[in-house]
């Protein structure tokens, strides 16, 4: 799975309080690709869960 945040992160942290560990946010939310694999279902869940859907995922 490779996920991606594409432009128009609004920065409401659903994302990282989901899991932290794969996302962290400075003015923007970010991916860090490599703790996503075993931590799919955080990341199906971060994309149904961001207001703006700019969270994508690549299965
Ligand atoms: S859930 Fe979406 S809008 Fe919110 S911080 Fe994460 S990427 Fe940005």
Redesign the pocket.
Known sequence: MKVQ?IP?????????SINPDI?D?DE??HVNQSKVAGHEDDCRA?AE???????KIME
Do not use: Q, R, T
């Open positions: 945040i128009g992160c609004i920065a409401c942290g659903a994302c990282v996302f946010m923007v939310a971060a869960a961001c207001p703006v859907h700019v969270i």
